[in-house]
């Protein structure tokens, strides 16, 4: 496992400095350094392949964590800040550093329509209780104002090594910003590159809701900034997930 | 049988507790044909704009059916699909184990209702339906989901179906009785007046996947009286959350 080798070569390497710094003190006759054994370690590494099943909404870069209490979202309640980061403006970070994250990984970039993006995430134990118990993945509908979709708190602590769990996700509305579909509230080139991006202020609903699709401009909401393309319908991404470690 | 029986989860306990969970269910699957089930049941709506009905929820044996896609809605599927009332479903149903408006009214956008529900010898599917308004003639549907024999947790999803038994003109007129147009309520945010009628026509005299309101972004004419930022949904609609104790 090459968390151990790292350890026991980072455990070397102490060993070697230690020994220097006590060669070149004067005043101590010797010095015994004892190494402890180094404790076992666990490493569980979940390989994460997200298709982007839209024709026109790129997804924002990914928010992929793991976790063992709690979830990213819940109908029916208000999204957390962070959530509404992500869904209004599309960066993952304050998602990524929420407290229940036991580790977490960025996507590398916007996953456009059609395309996929391989993510790796990998957490470490020395007690093989405290697993990664759940999954969770999160991105913005870019050409929206505050739709997301993804994985909320997927069991993973029965996945075996090479076992993958494949699945489809629906989309979700922040509930934070109306859908006004204004180019000046959509972040994504829908929006001409200058729409904004995440508003504190909450002038919708307040709670999580499923997405009820944008309505753009050529199927009857005249102000939107969207056209027909933009459209889209559940499901919108394709997700597998394989422990690979 | 019941020695054997209790002699295999004898057995099995010094084994591993997995089989001893494998003998439970097959004592469960036993006593299940002989004894009744004990189910909480859970309906979330999970729409962002779209308010329920009074639910009706049904454990019911296998030649009864509420409702079935591509056949003609019967007249008290039509009371509830156009104007809520599940009056005429429950008295249909005569040996089903029923529970009625669990919400005790409507059932909110993104708000969920628990209930309880013991089934008798035989009731071994369930049942869900409750009308979306505002709409004229949608209802959320499930349709005979076989109810686990082993204790666990079950969720599912499920979606809008259209009735069939009146033109979806998208009017709020009150119209909630049998055959009248229009739609009863809108009990949300944004509903309109004035609207010309999007179809007098219902060709699909079917029971149907719901197509989905059109509204428009004109509350004060159009041709819907429905906002088409608001009124529109997604499939699914509803989320089901079923315990088998």
Known sequence: ?245 | MNTLLSNAVKKTTKIKNTALFLSTALLMSTSALTQAQELDIKVTNLTQGIHFTPILIAAHDGDTQLFKSGEMASSELQMMAEGGDISGLSTMLTTADKAENPAMGLLAPTMSTETMLSTADGNMYLSVVAMMLPTNDGFIGLNSWKIPTEAGMYTFTVNAYDAGTEANDEMITGGGAPGAAGIPAAPGMNAGTGGTGVTMTEDNAYVHIHRGSLGDDDLAGGKSDLDNTVHRWLNPVARITVTVK
């Open chain 1, 1 to 245: 496992m090459i968390s151990i080798n790292k350890k026991l070569a980072l455990t070397a390497l102490v060993t070697v400095m230690l020994s220097a710094c006590g060669g070149s003190s004067s005043d101590s006759e010797e010095m015994v350094v004892v190494v402890p054994a180094p404790d076992p370690m666990f490493t569980y590494t979940y390989q994460v392949i997200v298709t982007n099943l839209t024709y026109a909404q790129p997804m924002s870069p990914v928010a992929l964590v793991l976790h063992n209490e709690g979830q990213l979202w819940s109908v029916g309640e208000m999204a957390s800040v962070a959530l509404e980061n992500l869904a209004e403006s599309g960066d993952n970070s304050a998602v990524l550093a929420e407290s229940i994250v036991l580790s977490g990984q960025g996507g590398a970039g916007l996953i456009l329509p059609g395309m996929s993006e391989m993510v790796d995430v990998s957490y470490t134990v020395s007690d093989e209780n405290n697993a990664p118990t759940m999954l969770s993945l999160a991105t913005m509908l870019v050409n929206t104002n505050d739709a997301f979709t993804g994985i909320n708190a997927l069991a993973i602590n029965n996945l075996a090594v090479g076992e993958s769990i494949s699945l489809t996700t629906s989309s979700y509305d922040s509930g934070t910003e109306k859908n006004s579909e204004l180019m000046t509230t959509i972040p994504g080139p829908a929006g001409g590159g200058t729409g904004e991006g995440f508003n504190a202020e909450r002038n919708d609903i307040d709670k999580v809701a499923m997405h009820s699709g944008v309505v753009s401009a050529d199927d009857g909401l005249m102000v939107s900034a969207l056209t027909q393309a933009h459209r889209f319908d559940n499901p919108t991404l394709a997700v597998m997930v394989t422990r690979t470690e």
